[in-house]
């Protein structure tokens, strides 16, 4: 079993449509990642978090400590959302990487 | 805008060539990161350094990869000889603040293709 577990691998959705991407973890962590590549290739970092909620423009980042579980979310989701989004657990050294959630908003 | 570079963008080898990739971390982040993705294992950690020192290199094969920080402007990554299965993009990310795992901004990435 992954460390860090993404879901769905894969989702397709109508712009406008509220987008859900979810992610476990089994490792103790003191921050975890959100982050976004783009179809080129170019990987940005979203958001790391330690707890609560974490809001910039349209997207939203949640974590429950407790039980080990991350949420991206993005409202009114745009074609230009299409993206391949990661989320990245921190210990004490290093990153532990979930395979990735492939998004694709059509219009 | 403050950005890592990474050069070559592109890279095709033959096997048992030596290829060194190079990063340009932000300018003041005093940590840097090596990292490589493949379509079947995503991102994988290959080595980092705080304040130019190595503090783990676990994740590479060490009979044939090196990382190194000549000064604080310059990381690299040489393998030596290559292999068809380095064939990857390999990318090196920089970040300030330690010991909570900082927010990394990433380089565009070496595409290696190693025939």
């Known amino acids: 079993k992954n460390e860090v577990e993404q879901s769905p691998q894969n989702l397709t959705a109508q712009e406008g449509e509220f987008i859900t991407i979810n992610c476990s973890y089994s490792v103790g962590i003191s921050a975890l990642h959100w982050l976004q590549q783009h179809p080129g290739g170019g990987i940005v970092s979203l958001f790391m978090l330690s707890s609560g909620k974490k809001k910039h423009g349209r997207l939203i980042a949640t974590i429950n400590i407790q039980e080990k579980h991350s949420s991206l979310h993005i409202t009114a989701s745009h074609p230009r959302d299409s993206a391949v989004y990661i989320c990245?657990?921190?210990?004490?050294?290093?990153?532990?990487f979930g395979q990735g959630t492939r998004l694709t908003i059509n219009p | 805008d403050a950005r890592v570079t990474q050069t070559p963008r592109h890279k095709v080898t033959e096997m048992g060539q030596e290829v060194t990739m190079r990063c340009q971390p932000i300018?003041?982040?005093?940590?840097v990161f090596w990292y490589r993705q493949t379509m079947m294992q995503g991102l994988e950690l290959l080595a980092y350094f705080r304040n130019r020192a190595p503090l783990d290199d676990s994740g590479m094969p060490k009979d044939r990869f090196s990382a190194e920080m000549p000064d604080a402007t310059l990381a690299t990554l040489k393998i030596q000889p290559s292999e068809p299965r380095d064939s990857a993009v390999y990318f090196c990310?920089?970040?300030?603040?330690?010991?909570?795992?900082?927010?990394?901004?990433f380089g565009p990435g070496t595409r290696l293709t190693v025939l």
């Open positions: 990245a657990v921190g210990g004490a050294q290093k990153l532990v």
């Open positions: 990310a920089s970040g300030l603040v330690w010991p909570l795992v900082p927010t990394q901004y």
């Open positions: 300018l003041g982040h005093n940590t």
